[in-house]
């Protein structure tokens, strides 16, 4: 037979094994999102009478209009200021934590900035609220082109900085969280039974009976990597439906489901070629699970998956850039809480989680097959 033909008999294996347990396989997919999601996905709900600064440059009846309409809301306690540098000065010494700039233009539709925020990041999930509401309420008197947000960072002389951050709240922290878990189940549930299923064949004595067969060695991976692309299909709909059903929100629609389920099937390759390449030099089973969880929760955090990269140390958002995750979590964040998927990074995370398929594919066939000749 073929390598095709006989990667799909593989295949056919394995979704046979899954569909023997389909209810504990389906249980224990949901477990993990469902209690993350439930435990900290709501934080932040509580979130009122934030401190925020008003500078009012514009002085006109629309600025005041705006600040009537932040004012009204009991998420922000506002306060008028009088000019920029009183503010900030304010943010520095932790009396407020936000800043916002009604610059004279507003509210001009040239789409130049006519309003803007400054904010510190220490509380995340108060950010990830607070912002949101406060582009909604600038958007009543134009295009969002007219907002723009700055984390403020005092420099060591005292003169401010600013960064721009990594964008991305759809109007809380569990939205942001969700997009987290829909990359965090695709790798958990890969890179342990993809590398465990090598190791449960090893022991069990599947290997040798492959080898005594006409099979293609190079199709006992390929129908394995084919499998755990379905499987990661399989994860991102639970934890599609665990977050829909816990009122989470796909800004992106069906056609943001699409691209998830790509993106999600992409990651799964990859994490599932990783967890060959390992388990083909393990024996013990314990060993490898023990890889499985001190290699999986680091890779989820560093990608962002509780906390935005742009919150990092430097030497982290730096070793961020070399983990797979951080490409696939990166397009959830687009297509969960902004709504489209920019062309540059849509190109930027297809081609990187390609290409990392592709070399951990033929690097784990290559091991695989060295092991077992």
Do not use: H
């Not at 900030?88 to 934590?97: H, Y």
């Not at 942001?176 to 090893?202: C, E, H, P, R, Y």
């Not at 999600?264 to 490898?288: E, P």
């Not at 990392?356 to 066939?365: D, K, P, V």
């Amino acid at each position: 037979m073929s390598v095709l033909e006989d990667s799909i008999s593989i295949f056919k294996r394995e979704l046979a094994i899954f569909r023997a347990n389909l209810r504990s396989n389906i249980i224990r997919t949901a477990i993990f999102p469902l209690v993350i999601l439930l435990f900290f996905g709501f934080i932040g709900a509580a979130v009122t009478n934030v401190p925020v600064a008003v500078v009012n440059y514009a002085n006109n009846n629309q600025a005041a209009q705006l600040i009537s309409t932040l004012s009204s809301q009991s998420l922000m306690k506002v306060q008028a200021v009088t000019n920029q540098n009183e503010a900030l000065s304010m943010l520095s010494a932790g009396q407020i934590n936000f800043v916002i700039v009604i610059l004279p233009t507003f509210p001009s539709e040239s789409g130049s900035p006519t309003v803007q925020v400054y904010y510190n990041n220490l509380e995340f999930s108060t950010t990830e609220i607070i912002l949101p509401a406060i582009e909604k309420d600038v958007e009543l008197f134009g295009s969002s082109s007219n907002f723009q947000s700055q984390e403020y960072l005092p420099s060591s002389s005292g003169n401010p900085s600013t960064v721009t951050p990594v964008t991305g709240a759809s109007g809380n922290y569990g939205d942001f969280l969700f997009s987290g878990v829909l990359g965090m189940i695709i790798v958990f549930s890969t890179l342990f039974n993809a590398g465990i299923g090598i190791l449960t064949d090893k022991q069990g004595g599947q290997i040798k009976a492959f080898l005594i067969t006409p099979i293609n060695k190079s199709a006992i991976v390929l129908g394995k990597v084919l499998f755990s692309a379905v499987q990661s299909v399989i994860s991102v709909f639970v934890v599609i439906v665990i977050g829909l059903l816990l009122g989470n929100t796909i800004l992106m629609g069906i056609t943001g489901i699409i691209w998830i389920i790509i993106l999600g099937t992409m990651l799964g390759i990859v994490m599932t070629g990783i967890s060959i390449i390992v388990a083909s030099r393990m024996r013990n089973m314990a060993a490898f699970q023990i890889f499985g969880q001190t290699v999986g929760l680091p890779l989820w955090f560093m990608a962002g998956g509780i906390v935005p990269t742009s919150s990092f140390p430097k030497i982290l958002q730096i070793l961020s850039i070399g983990d797979p995750m951080t490409y696939a979590l990166n397009g959830f964040r687009y297509i969960v809480l902004q709504g489209f998927f920019p062309i540059s990074s849509m190109l930027t995370d297809v081609i990187v989680l390609g290409a990392l398929g592709i070399a951990t594919t033929c690097l784990s066939i290559a091991l695989f097959k060295s092991t077992i000749e």
